[in-house]
């Protein structure tokens, strides 16, 4: 059964900084790797998409990298902004899309 | 292209009603997954489900629940009997094909037991 650990649960920086967030897995027969972003009492919105044969996609300030033998990816987030605030979270499909608890990033003014 | 659909965004149902959620997938996508998320907490899987097929229910509580994904109209997820505990955010995905594409949710259905 696969499960995905996301690292760490939370995260405070001050804005500008450039942070990294990290998800694992455990069953790395997997077809695809996607983050999503999740705002309070709202959907969850796809930031990626890194197929199995992929090692890293990048749209604007963000970069995800997949290392899928090591059963990992790295959401990579640079000069980060207020509006970056939100829960990420990543999903991995083998037989259906399993999601971690997520990381709850907090940049501050 | 809409987007998923999920319909009510909001649900309140009394102890022992039923609970129908429905789920439109966006056009051209015949793969539907449903979660549900508790507050502060992540999404976990319930049920995955083809066109007029479950794939795989594994996450999906054995009495109470159940889903369909009829070849016409929408995708539903059904709670009978609702308890207190079944109040959550039931969120559902929807793709293209088996694992290679990417997967689009919709905005949720919040449902209240009281």
């Known amino acids: 059964k696969q499960e995905v650990t996301q690292i760490p649960a939370a995260l405070s920086v001050p804005e500008g900084e450039n942070l990294v967030l990290n998800c694992s897995f455990t069953?790395?027969?997997?077809?695809?790797l996607q983050w999503f972003r999740q705002d309070p009492g709202k959907g969850l919105t796809s930031l990626l998409l890194?197929?199995?044969?992929?090692r890293e996609q990048t749209s604007g300030r963000l970069n995800a990298s997949l290392d899928k033998s090591s059963g990992r990816s790295t959401l990579y987030i640079a000069a980060s902004q207020p509006g970056d605030s939100a829960t990420y979270l990543c999903?991995?499909?083998?037989?259906?899309?399993?999601f971690g608890a997520g990381t709850r990033l907090t940049v501050k003014p | 292209n809409a987007g998923v659909m999920q319909n009510p965004r909001h649900l309140v149902r009394r102890r022992g009603q039923e609970a129908r959620l429905r789920c439109s997938p966006m056009?051209?996508?015949?793969?539907v997954y449903w979660y549900r998320q508790l507050p502060e907490e992540g999404l976990k899987f319930m049920v995955y489900?083809?066109?007029?097929?479950?794939?795989?229910e594994s996450g999906m509580p054995k009495e109470r629940f159940s889903a369909e994904f009829p070849k016409e109209g929408p995708s539903i997820l059904r709670i009978q009997q609702v308890v207190r505990g079944d109040s959550a955010a039931y969120f559902c995905?929807?793709?293209?094909?088996?694992?290679?594409?990417?997967?689009?949710f919709g905005q949720g259905t919040r449902l209240t037991v009281v």
């Open positions: 995905a929807s793709s293209s094909t088996q694992g290679n594409t990417e997967a689009f």
């Open positions: 069953d790395s027969a997997i077809y695809n």
């Open positions: 890194i197929q199995s044969s992929q």
């Open positions: 999903a991995v499909y083998n037989n259906d899309m399993r």
């Open positions: 056009k051209g996508h015949s793969h």
């Open positions: 489900l083809q066109k007029e097929n479950i794939i795989d």
